[in-house]
């Protein structure tokens, strides 16, 4: 089964008590997204393999570590996983982007693919799929379920917030997926929203309704 690992850093509780608050408008919430994928993004690269090189200092030489191994892919799902793209490219500038388009069905909360558009080199890559909310599961599970057709073979999923529902769809259906979320939330209310969550991710990103 893939790890579930919640962030538990208190920038990143502290941040997230501020998404979650109703009264913090759009500009304050796009930054606080931003800041949070940023410091998620510092947990989820911990383990990146490293190797030695020669460097020489303005004193001496020395052997020093660079990042090796995949390089990696950053696929924010449509839309709300947009504004988590910059924060993580801030630490990643030369990640590729990806975009998957998906929205949820309002009645059946079944996602809806209507865009794609990948590198070409997916399957050499460290993906990581960005999308604030993981609620029903629905969308994440088939944005996961696209990429492996394309030829993914290594995916992390990054999520601020997730539902109890929403973990289990993706650990059992893709056991190779790590989960990395800010919180572990209590429940779907009946319109598929979490509970207490933080509200439509997207119409609060983007100032929608
Ligand atoms: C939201 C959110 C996720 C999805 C989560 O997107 O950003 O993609 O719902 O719900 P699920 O786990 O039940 O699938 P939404 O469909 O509202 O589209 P948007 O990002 O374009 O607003
Ligand atoms: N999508 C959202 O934006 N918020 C939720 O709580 C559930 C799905």
Do not use: W
């Not at 020093?64 to 793209?85: D, F, N, S």
């Not at 909360?109 to 629905?138: C, N």
């Not at 379920?145 to 997730?162: D, H, N, Q, W």
């Amino acid at each position: 089964m893939g790890k579930l690992i919640i962030l538990d850093h208190p920038l990143i509780q502290h941040k997230l008590t501020y998404i979650r608050d109703e009264n913090t408008g759009t500009k304050q919430f796009r930054e606080l997204v931003n800041e949070v994928s940023m410091l998620m993004g510092f947990e989820i690269t911990r383990n990146l393999p490293l190797k030695e090189i020669e460097v020489n200092t303005p004193v001496t030489n020395c052997r020093a570590q660079v990042l090796t191994g995949k390089k990696i892919g950053l696929i924010p799902i449509l839309r709300a996983g947009l504004g988590m793209v910059d924060g993580m490219l801030q630490l990643l500038p030369a990640a590729r982007v990806g975009h998957i388009g998906l929205y949820r069905d309002p009645e059946t909360f079944m996602p809806v693919e209507y865009y794609i558009k990948l590198p070409s080199d997916i399957s050499e890559r460290l993906l990581i799929v960005l999308d604030p909310m993981l609620a029903t599961g629905g969308s994440a599970n088939d944005a996961i379920e696209s990429l492996k057709k394309r030829g993914a073979k290594s995916i992390k999923l990054m999520c601020l917030v997730a539902a109890p529902e929403g973990v289990k769809v993706i650990q059992e259906n893709h056991p190779d997926v790590d989960i990395y979320i800010c919180s572990l939330d209590e429940s779907l209310n009946e319109k598929g929203y979490i509970v207490p969550g933080l509200g439509d991710a997207g119409d609060r990103l983007f100032g929608t309704k």
